[in-house]
């Protein structure tokens, strides 16, 4: 039995950083997806093996089955999800270490380590093979590690006795409500792995898709018509989330008032651009108002996020290119480089558009259209299509 998921990425319209202090944020899916493909090794492969492909950067980790039994003896399945123990999470690391990561590449051991967690929870020792790829680029804020741990917890779950799936279904289908939580919370899980202290927006979007508000662990989903457009630009400066979310909680120790400050400006703007999004579009004019207040809180929203500390001069390049086109632009996901959303207004013509593109792209800055708001988490039976 073969199953195959995908997740898709994110993106974050404010309240990136501050949501992991209880802040609110606001967030969409969109539409690019990571794949994974689950199966099971029939009695005629005679394999014993349980083995993760990763396509996106070529590498392929395998285990004896015999091998993970031995490094963590007293494992079992583990319904509802857990958190990971300190003492499993090393027992973990060694099998990981096992296949001599790339210096370069090492970043990639946490999603390892994430992967050898969920599956073993769910299914405990088992060969089985998952084959993972992504359409999202990794470590640039549009939610690589949270759409990677939610395909792998949908897949794995998918092929468990802890839900029920309707194997004959034709095409692509989505989980009930009570799997869709399942899902979410398993994926929270493999998060925790991968950044430490995730606030579980990111996760949360890519399992229900659409747009959401989301604090304090808490979802409301957004219902909106306001057609909303934005322009992607990696800048394709490399970091990494966990430690900016930990620069971030430094920073507020060092300085607990101000930052306290901070993300109560945050939590304000992120109410009001659930607010204007969800408010009916009655005509052009009102979309024009909306759009032109959502720039400004944009634009609020990343002088606050530099306050925070974790801007970027090639963020501070995008912002100031596009201003010069009288556009507005924020930081998305974890900043420190990565991905900045422009909102391109709906009555901008398709010429400023090709110009500003082309502007970043001599900067040697990478520019894309994404649709936002589609599906969340979907599943899919191999034989069907
Ligand atoms: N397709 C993939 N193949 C292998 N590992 C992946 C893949 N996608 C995500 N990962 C894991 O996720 C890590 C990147 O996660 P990180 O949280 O730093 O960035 P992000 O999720 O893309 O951005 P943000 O958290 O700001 O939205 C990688 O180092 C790797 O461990
Ligand atoms: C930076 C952060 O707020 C968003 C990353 O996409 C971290 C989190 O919420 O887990
Ligand atoms: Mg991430």
Redesign the pocket.
């Known amino acids: 039995m073969e199953v195959r998921a995908r997740a898709p990425g ?1 993106i ?1 319209l404010a ?6 202090h209880g802040s609110a ?1 606001v967030a969409a899916s969109i539409d690019l997806y990571t794949y994974v493909s689950l199966r099971f090794p029939t009695p005629a492969d005679n394999d014993e093996t349980l083995t993760l492909q990763l396509k996106d950067v070529s590498l392929e980790f395998s285990w004896p089955v015999a091998r993970i039994k031995e490094a963590f003896p007293n494992s079992e399945t583990q319904i509802p999800p857990s958190s990971c123990s300190l003492e499993t999470l090393k027992l973990i690391a060694s099998l990981v270490d096992e296949h001599n990561i790339p210096e370069a590449k090492i970043g990639l051991a946490a999603g390892v380590t994430a992967f050898l967690w969920l599956f073993t929870s769910i299914h405990g020792c088992k060969p089985a093979k998952a084959v993972l790829s992504s359409e999202l680029p990794l470590g640039s ?1 549009l ?1 690589s590690s ?1 759409a990677f741990c939610v395909a792998l917890s949908a897949a794995i779950l998918a092929l468990s006795d802890s839900v029920t799936m309707d194997f004959s279904h034709q095409g692509w289908q989505v989980f009930g409500e009570n799997e869709l939580e399942l899902v979410n919370k398993w994926a929270f899980e493999g ?1 925790k792995i991968i ?1 430490g ?6 996760n949360t979007v890519s399992t229900y898709g659409n747009m959401i508000k989301f604090k304090s662990g808490a979802l409301t989903r957004l219902k909106t018509n306001m057609p909303l457009k934005m322009l992607i630009t990696n800048t394709k400066v490399g970091r990494n ?1 966990k430690a ?2 930990a620069s971030v909680s430094e920073r507020t120790l060092r300085h607990p008032t101000a930052m306290a400050s901070v993300f109560t400006a945050v939590d304000s703007i992120s109410s009001e651009v659930a607010a204007i999004i969800q408010s009916p579009v009655p005509d052009d004019l009102a979309i024009t108002e909306k759009e032109e207040k959502l720039e400004e809180l944009m634009e609020m929203n990343q002088g606050l996020l530099q306050c925070m500390g ?1 801007s970027h001069a090639s963020i501070e390049t995008v912002f100031r290119t596009t201003l010069k086109y009288k556009l507005s632009s924020k930081l ?4 420190g480089g990565g991905c900045v959303l422009t909102l391109l207004p709906t009555l901008l013509s398709g010429t400023v558009v090709d110009k500003v593109i082309a502007e970043l792209e001599t900067c040697g800055f990478q520019c894309l259209l994404a649709g936002i708001g589609g599906n969340g988490v979907e599943i899919l039976f191999s034989g069907t299509s």
């Not at 309240?15 to 992991?20: K, Q």
């Not at 998305?332 to 900043?335: N, Q, Y």
């Open positions: 994110k974050i309240g990136e950083h501050a949501v992991v944020a804020g939610g949270a998060e950044h202290k995730p606030s579980g927006i990111d989330t900016l979310v974790v998305t996901g974890a900043g």
